[in-house]
């Protein structure tokens, strides 16, 4: 099996569109991640974008959208001035690290194998162990992979991105993913699949989340205080 993952290295390496530079008041980044992100007709969209574009007209400031790995839209929001990201779970070591604007999207994940490898006992961190399963680089589930004592390159191997992932699972070179379970038939016909595919092998309720938008602390109190403004009154349901 590790030789697969050597095999299929060069497939971690990806072009990203961004939308064109410009003046504004706030660049917002995100990840791949369909329905709900993705790159389509030259810009950003999707369903938790629509989400977000509303919220951001609603405060008059003016943003550019970019779509980049999630590494590198994560440490974009971190270390760039007047940077927004979405959908990030507000996880322990997160917390202190953005101001937590609006809630965008709910995840439950859960293990995706192939239904033709069905079954497969995934009971124990043991028997998980036995597999190889591909994640996205410092996502929610990289991070719980860690927590649970498996190593990368051994129990599994990181992509950019989820369609990385998918790829790594359809052309059999990995036996699990982890993905949104309502993510599930928008990527089997993203991949032209049909319905019964794949399978979802097992839930993971402990990483069930909510995604939300959230500025870097290194943005100008005048434009998170129209943020936060605009936050609060939609929490008001106005």
């Known amino acids: 099996m590790l030789s697969k993952i050597i095999l299929v290295t060069l497939c971690l390496t990806f072009f990203y569109k961004t939308t064109a530079a410009f003046a504004v008041d706030l660049n917002i980044v995100t990840e791949l991640s369909p329905p709900h992100q993705l790159w389509q007709n030259n810009q950003v969209s999707g369903s938790s974008t629509d989400k977000v574009k509303a919220f951001i007209n609603k405060t008059g400031l003016t943003v550019n959208y970019d779509i980049y ?10 270390k760039e001035p007047d940077t927004l990201i979405y959908s990030i779970a507000r996880t322990p ?15 439950k994940f859960g293990f995706v194998a192939l239904s033709s490898n069905k079954p497969m006992d995934l009971s124990t961190i043991e028997k998980i162990s036995e597999y190889i399963i591909a994640v996205q680089r410092n996502d929610f589930a990289h991070d719980w992979m860690l927590s649970q004592g498996l190593e990368e390159g051994k129990h599994f191997m990181i992509c950019a991105d989820i369609d990385c992932s998918w790829n790594l699972l359809l ?16 990527m089997l016909v993203r991949f032209n699949k049909p319905e019964d595919y794949v399978y979802l092998v097992k839930d993971l309720p402990e990483l069930s989340t909510t995604g939300y938008l959230a500025a870097g602390k290194n943005i ?14 939609m929490a008001q349901g106005q």
């Open 220 to 233: 100008a109190p005048a434009k998170l205080a129209k943020l936060r403004a605009v936050a609060k009154l």
């Open 171 to 186: 052309n059999k070179n990995i036996d699990l993913i982890i993905d949104s379970r309502q993510f599930i038939d928008d």
């Open 69 to 78: 790995p999630w590494a590198r839209a994560y440490n974009k929001s971190i």
């Open 93 to 107: 070591e997160r917390v202190d690290l953005f101001h937590w604007l609006i809630p965008v999207v709910e995840y």
